[in-house]
Nanobody
Framework: QVQLVESGGGLIQAGNSLTLSCVATGDITTITGMGWFRRVGGAQREVVAHIGISDVPTYGNFVRGRFTLSRDNAKKAVYLHMNNLNPEDTGVYYC?????????????????WGEGTQVTVSS
C-alpha cells in the first residue's frame, strides 16, 4: 500500500522561509510525477509546483520565483522550499505523486495524495 507522508508545515511569520517534505512509502516501481498543491481558504485546490519526466519544474503564477521544487528519486521524496512567505500563502499543502506499481496484470500508474500539511503565515 502506497502512502505519502508530508512534514514541515507550521506557523511562520511573513517574510520567512519554510521547507515542506514528502516521502512515498510502500510497493513502488517508479515515480514519474511529483508535486505540491494547496487549498487556500475556500478556494479549489491549485497547483503550487510540479515536476515530471522532463525533470523541469513548473510553478503556479502566484509563486513569482519565491518557491523551489526539488526531488530525490532514490529517497522517493519531493521537497518544496518556500521563501518570502506572505499571509496569502496560508493554507493546506498537499503532496501528489504519480506512482507505478507492478501487478499480476502488469504495471499500472495512478495518482496518490498526502493528507495535507497546514501552513499558516502571520503578518
Amino acid at each position: 500500500q502506497v502512502q505519502l507522508v508530508e512534514s514541515g508545515g507550521g506557523l511562520i511569520q511573513a517574510g520567512n522561509s519554510l521547507t515542506l517534505s514528502c516521502v512515498a512509502t510502500g510497493d513502488i516501481t517508479t515515480i514519474t510525477g511529483m508535486g505540491w498543491f494547496r487549498r487556500v481558504g475556500g478556494a479549489q485546490r491549485e497547483v503550487v509546483a510540479h515536476i515530471g519526466i522532463s525533470d523541469v519544474p513548473t510553478y503556479g503564477n502566484f509563486v513569482r520565483g519565491r518557491f523551489t521544487l526539488s526531488r530525490d528519486n532514490a529517497k522517493k521524496a519531493v521537497y518544496l522550499h518556500m521563501n518570502n512567505l506572505n499571509p496569502e500563502d496560508t493554507g493546506v499543502y498537499y503532496c501528489q505523486m504519480y506512482i507505478y506499481q507492478n501487478f499480476e496484470t502488469g504495471p499500472a500508474g495512478m495518482t496518490f495524495w498526502g493528507e495535507g500539511t497546514q501552513v499558516t503565515v502571520s503578518s
